[in-house]
């Protein structure tokens, strides 16, 4: 059978693998798509009987009322703060923890990495209430800190997961290479082994910063009276009112608060997409 029709019978099942993936890009899409157009919509229009997937007047009246709310710009900057301290602490941290339980033999080994894997079974509305009273007793309320610790400890047993196939996937013969060739350990660790994780380290900083980013559980939970400590997410609050939620606005907030996570992501994509196809590999 030659390879021209190889090909004839490969197309008909290419193609519908690709209408598949168009559909179902497009239904994901679909409602981002929805939120801006209802950002940009008038107030008579987001709440019509007859919803129209366009508008003909375009407004960026709900944009104008978010960013004058008072201290909406602190509130993206705690978001910005929590999160990038997260991901930074998260990254480093489980760089090390996996390099340690996968390059080193030490007792109860096998334990610790079985608690890695417990921790992510723990659902985390479970842990609110007992947090909320740690944070209080270590006077944490009211404070970022409240936010960047529970993150930080949720984010790294997945980090350390993820990273340990990485640092297993070098070969032991280059750190010897390494060593005979003058170099110390930490040396290798930073200039060897840390370029060579680098995409198992972006793909876990991403779902680091998206997890903290969109955080509206203990932000509720740990903010308490002090809003000048409040994250993105506890702006939203400001347009549900008891009398009528001013939806244009909240789908407004709701793109801002989408805008970083997509610039974060295209930024980092093509090293996202080597680390997700080398944990699958592993």
Do not use: C
Request: aromatic share 12%; proline share 6%.
């Amino acid at each position: 059978m030659s390879a021209r029709t190889m090909l004839r019978i490969r197309r008909p099942g290419r193609t519908a693998a690709e209408a598949a993936a168009l559909l179902i890009a497009a239904a994901v899409a679909f409602p981002l798509y929805w939120m801006v157009l209802s950002a940009l919509k008038p107030a008579g229009e987001i709440q019509s009987t007859e919803p129209r997937p366009w508008t003909a007047s375009p407004s960026l009246d709900s944009f104008r009322r978010v960013f004058e709310q008072n201290d909406f710009g602190r509130y993206f900057l705690n978001s910005l703060l929590v999160a990038g301290t997260v991901v930074v602490a998260s990254a480093l941290v489980a760089f090390l923890a996996a390099t340690a339980v996968t390059r080193f033999r030490f007792r109860f080994r096998t334990t610790l990495l079985i608690m890695f894997l417990v921790a992510q079974m723990v659902p985390v509305e479970a842990l609110t209430i007992p947090l909320f009273f740690l944070m209080r007793d270590f006077g944490q309320l009211n404070t970022l800190g409240s936010l960047i610790l529970p993150h930080l400890a949720f984010s790294l047993p997945f980090a350390i997961w993820m990273l340990r196939g990485f640092v297993k996937a070098v070969p032991e013969a280059l750190e010897e290479a390494a060593y005979i060739d003058g170099a110390s350990r930490t040396r290798f660790l930073w200039q060897i082994l840390f370029p060579l994780v680098l995409p198992g380290l972006v793909a876990t900083s991403v779902f680091s910063f998206i997890s903290t980013w969109n955080d509206f559980l203990f932000a509720k939970s740990f903010i308490i009276s002090d809003t000048s400590r409040s994250t993105l997410p506890m702006a939203l609050l400001v347009f549900f009112k008891p009398d009528e939620n001013d939806w244009g606005g909240i789908m407004a907030a709701s793109t801002v608060m989408t805008i970083p996570v997509l610039v974060f992501f295209v930024l980092v994509q093509r090293r996202l997409v080597s680390g997700l196809g080398g944990a699958v590999k592993d």
